[in-house]
């Protein structure tokens, strides 16, 4: 059954997450069904939207979300479509960092750099340094970053209780992470504003990887 946001402000951003979802998989960023992205409620920010499991990118729309508590992940009780299988990420990166949106895309070359940069059992950091590129992403310091990439475990709730340490930490780190073998997650304080920051960060893996720079990795 698909879900059909009941207040003007719901059933605009589940427009707005359809429209984005269609844009990131003609880019190739999230091909067949894989993929998710997330928004606070504007008028209940304690409650998320976020992309249906299973569902085609491409021919995403506006009733194929699901509406989640933003801090823990679970799906409303009348809900019956499984949200993402990734959501317990969204609901860890919202409870530390209060970002207002988050995407999770396969782009190509922040995924080569998660393959290239992974640690089996560790989390490991990529340095991003001197690029222009770098301004994009809000940094206090914006002449250079470390990009976390975090081990791929299959239990999910592993992953975002890994990520929730790990930001907890570092709260000047960039707002994007890397999960090995798999692909990159943004947020930001707008669905416009995390869009944007993946493209920086999706660019900069491309110099990197273009330019065959040797990736400085660094492994806790």
């Known amino acids: 059954m698909s879900y059909a ?8 951003t589940a427009q707005q997450l359809a429209d984005i979802s269609r844009t990131l998989y003609e880019r190739g960023w999230m091909p067949g069904t894989s ?23 491409g021919e995403l729309t506006a009733r194929d979300v699901v ?12 809900v019956q479509d499984r949200p993402s299988a990734e959501t317990s990420i969204h609901a860890a990166v919202y409870r530390v960092t209060g970002a207002r949106a988050v995407i999770h895309v396969h782009s190509p070359y922040a995924t080569v750099v ?13 340095r991003l340094e001197r690029f222009e590129l770098l301004k994009g992403l809000g940094l206090k310091n914006p002449t250079f970053t470390d990009l976390p990439v975090f081990p791929n475990w299959p239990e999910v709730d ?20 890397l999960l090995a073998d798999h692909g990159i997650t943004t947020w930001g304080e707008s669905l416009g504003q995390a869009k944007n920051r993946l493209e920086c960060l999706e660019s900069l ?3 990197l990887v273009i330019s065959r720079t040797e990736l400085h990795v660094s492994r806790s």
Not at 35 to 45: A, E, Q, T, V
Not at 67 to 78: I, N, Y
Not at 114 to 126: E, F, I, M, N, P
């Open 35 to 57: 993929g998710n992205i997330s928004m606070r409620l504007p008028d209940d920010p304690d409650r998320a939207l976020i992309t249906a499991s299973g569902r085609d990118k």
């Open 114 to 126: 998660a393959h290239r940069a992974a640690a089996l059992d560790a989390v490991a950091s990529v």
């Open 158 to 177: 592993r992953i975002a209780d890994d990520v929730a340490a790990h930001l907890g930490a570092d709260r000047e780190g960039p707002p994007g992470l």
């Open 205 to 207: 893996c491309q110099l």
């Open 5 to 12: 946001p009941s207040t003007a402000a719901g059933k605009q």
């Open 67 to 78: 509406e989640v508590d933003a801090l823990t992940g679970r799906a409303s009780p009348s």
